[in-house]
């Protein structure tokens, strides 16, 4: 299942990989939000990182 | 410039559009915006953080302006007058009094029309939204009139045609009926239903019941899909571990699904080896920067990888600095946790910043651009004080790429940028002589060499990293991959 932080995560890659970086800078900072807030688990964090 | 709040006399179809578009068109990002407890969204090319509806405003040309982030941003303008005249060179709705686009122009313009628009008008962002969103629209009530026609044709053919058979026995049409006859079927068959159809909860439990109680696993039919599963031929496998196979442990049943998202899926599997696998957009270079980096301390290891030979950029955009092909990729588990995840004490905090610039300068010096070295992908682990570094997608092989990156870290790569000044790595100390401070150094250092090679440091910088190879060379002119490698050493020489 899609969780909000991979799927900002990967977004990100993909707009990086478009080579857009604004949106990729956007997205970033969504996800780093998410995880300030303590909404992202373990599982999570390892997934987007290895995606 | 006159104030648009709600006591002001500014037209309402207009905020009601907005509204609109807001809510439909980044429906997704509001909800995650919501989550987090203010919006940061996408807007029209604007970034609108706090978007006030009170304070938007209206300049005396027609513009509509709002406050974002404190800041002003242009949103667009609303045409309230007909025998507004056009002026010359203007752009958007302001320039021809005929593009109102309300609910009116939409109900009573023809799609050809609408479509015209969009091709040959100068429109707004919100405007051509607007329209493409009644395109769409229109599209699919005639889906819909054509699934009608189809439904009433099947109707039309009952009695004349016998409905046709799965391998089950079962009509096609009814989907899958779970009853005694159905349970009643050979186990491999049972399994199939289980592998290929869509079942609710409560029938699959009752399938699974079923072949359990015979004796049989229904694990084969837990099995992912092999989505993607690339054809040998045109693949190309990447050795890590002697006699691994990605894609076969990629598809193994008892993996465990760490996530999902628009690159593809990642499941922690207990090999062997156990690890990580991954399926989806694999990058250029991917393997190769994971092959040059074992052994180096800074990567866990790499497993091995099949990779489609076709190789392509992702479509839309500006296109990236390198392209991706589907594949699997297996790879350790990091050691430690995200820089991203780890809120640390100072002293620890200082240990994490300087194995981040230690990490850059051994990659680097092995010949390999990240590209992406946020905290997301830099693991620390507190208990060895080690640093190690994942996702290797935007990564770029070349000795002038990682030239190019470790100049950058301060100007040029915001998210090492980001990375050191939210992680506390201060320059300039009294006396300081911490890891990041001998890279500002080393960086003035090779600075130096380069200006002596008639290379412009500022056109370094202005690239800064995910540049293409090819522009990345034009740039650093002559300089051979030696000579970008001699310049890192000297750059990296005792951080």
């Not at chain 1, 478009?18 to 599982?43: F, H, I, P, R």
């Not at chain 2, 005694?180 to 199939?192: E, F």
């Amino acid at each position: 299942m899609a969780t909000k932080y991979v799927e900002l995560m990967s977004k990100r890659k993909e707009a990086l990989f478009k080579g857009d970086e604004k949106t990729a800078e956007k997205l970033l900072v969504l996800a780093e939000k998410l995880a300030e807030k303590g909404k992202v688990s373990d599982d999570e964090f390892l997934a987007a990182a290895y995606l | 410039m006159k104030k648009m709040s709600q006591h002001g006399g500014f037209d309402p179809t207009f905020e009601k559009l907005v509204r609109e578009e807001l809510t439909t068109e980044f429906s997704e990002e509001l909800s995650w915006a919501d989550e987090i407890g203010e919006w940061n969204v996408g807007d029209f090319g604007e970034v609108m953080d706090g978007f006030d509806f009170s304070q938007l405003c209206q300049r005396t040309d027609g513009s509509l302006y709002g406050i974002a982030g404190g800041k002003q941003c242009r949103i667009g303008t609303p045409t309230t007058a007909r025998d507004k005249p056009v002026r010359a060179g203007a752009r958007g709705a302001g320039a021809d009094p005929s593009r109102q686009i309300n609910k009116r122009f939409l109900r009573e313009v023809t799609t050809q029309k609408l479509q015209q628009y969009l091709n040959e008008r100068k429109l707004y962002g919100y405007q051509r939204k607007v329209i493409e969103a009644e395109l769409k629209r229109r599209e699919g009530a005639g889906n819909a009139t054509a699934a009608l026609k189809a439904l009433q044709a099947r109707l039309d053919n009952v009695g004349k045609k016998p409905a046709e058979k799965t391998p089950y026995g079962l009509d096609k049409d009814l989907g899958v009926m779970v009853n005694k006859k159905l349970l009643a079927q050979d186990t491999a068959i049972l399994q199939r239903i289980l592998r290929e159809r869509s079942l609710n909860p409560n029938q699959r439990a009752r399938v699974e019941e079923e072949v359990a109680g015979r004796g049989e696993s229904p694990a084969s039919a837990q099995a992912p899909p092999k989505r993607g599963a690339l054809k040998q031929k045109g693949s190309t496998k990447i050795e890590g571990v002697p006699g691994y196979d990605a894609a076969s442990v990629y598809n193994r049943p008892d993996n465990e699904k760490l996530g999902e998202g628009a690159m593809g899926a990642a499941y922690r599997t207990k090999g062997p080896p156990p690890g990580v696998v991954k399926e989806g957009a694999i990058g250029e270079q991917e393997a190769a920067a994971w092959q040059r980096l074992q052994g180096s301390g800074r990567v866990p290891e790499f497993h091995g990888a099949v990779v489609s030979t076709d190789m392509k950029s992702v479509e839309g955009g500006l296109g990236g600095h390198v392209r991706e092909a589907k594949g699997f990729l297996g790879m350790g588990e990091a050691q430690g946790k995200p820089a991203a995840q780890l809120y640390l004490d100072r002293e620890n905090q200082q240990k994490l910043v300087d194995e981040y610039v230690r990490t850059r300068r051994d990659i680097h010096l092995r010949g390999v651009a990240h590209n992406d070295m946020h905290g997301g992908n830099f693991f620390f682990d507190t208990n060895t004080g080690k640093g190690q570094l994942v996702d290797f997608g935007l990564a770029q092989v070349s000795y002038k790429a990682a030239l190019v990156e470790a100049i950058s870290t301060f100007e040029g790569d915001w998210q090492a940028e980001t990375f050191l000044t939210r992680r506390g790595g201060v320059l300039g100390a009294p006396g300081a002589t911490t890891p990041l401070d001998r890279l500002e150094k080393g960086i003035d250092r090779a600075e130096r060499i380069l200006q002596r090679r008639g290379i412009s440091p500022e056109a370094v910088h202005r690239a800064g990293i995910r540049t293409p190879q090819a522009e990345i060379d034009q740039i650093l002119g002559p300089m051979t991959e030696d000579q970008a490698k001699a310049t890192i050493e000297y750059l990296y020489d005792g951080v």
